[in-house]
């Protein structure tokens, strides 16, 4: 079993008339005979055996009837192992797979046979009570619009709701186009950088708003898919391998006129289990929603948002 990231970088290659390779380097704002080659990189972080048969003393190789023959085995995952991240023919990616080699005579050749799969770390939220306290947030624009908020908390699971209260005012009686919420995922891996936009909606009930003061509260789900959890690593076998997975909530406040739209961004964890115990995340958080959220303010909608493309739109892209 292996554990590895992939990442791209690119060579800058300049050649001369005959099309020789006269020089190789980092990239330039240069475009005289100079071509691009994207050279691809796979660094190993994790690497395990095991052995299922061999010849016994005296033998030289291993001999089995026909039919089929069965090795059940285990392959313990160490502590800290960074998530799965994209697809395993995608870059970059953080992949795991196993590898079945039957070891055939020098004249035959070798029967391989690889399957990825998907490595989650468990990250309990549970564990972090710092993660289930109430937060809080605010900006403001040039037109004194003030908006300030709280979360229910700053750690979620897919499918959790996500329980928002915030208050605006707005003394000059600006005109509120909208208020946009998205959940934006960004990782690190290698050197390359990647971010896509979960989900995205426009809050109800603010389009177009010229009140002074504006109280909302709103439930907003996320979507119940695979998410990889929040996560950060940096290890290696010969090479140090680097992975970094955030999570964050983006208010996109549009007001009327120039330069005077405004956002806030709140770092979010995403975990992969909460405990069950319902009465224990009360305790921690009063403000905890069992299982109940408002449909209608619950809806998603796919538009995009500053270009970054929605998370099963590219995972059914790298398929």
Known sequence: MTGEIGYTTQKRVVRDRNGHIIMTGTITNSTDRITYETEYHHIP???AKAIFAHPKAGQKQVVYTQGKHLWPFEIPLTNHLPPTINQPESYPHVRYYLQVVIDKPWYKPNTRETKYITVFPKVNLLHNPQYLQTITFGNHNRKDITLTGTLNKSAYVPGEIIHITFD???PQRAVIKSIVLSMLQSYRIGQNSRGYNIFQTTLPNIMKSKDQHI???YDVQIPSITLPPTYQFQGGISKVAFVNN???LKFVVKVEGMFTNFDIDIPIVVGTEVDSD???QQKLNPWFIADSSNAEQSMFT???HDGLPSYEAAMQHTK
């Open 168 to 170: 605006i005012e707005n």
């Open 45 to 47: 972080f994790y690497s």
């Open 278 to 280: 319902k009465s224990q």
């Open 215 to 217: 109280k909302q509260t």
């Open 302 to 304: 796919d538009h995009d």
């Open 246 to 248: 955030n999570y964050m």
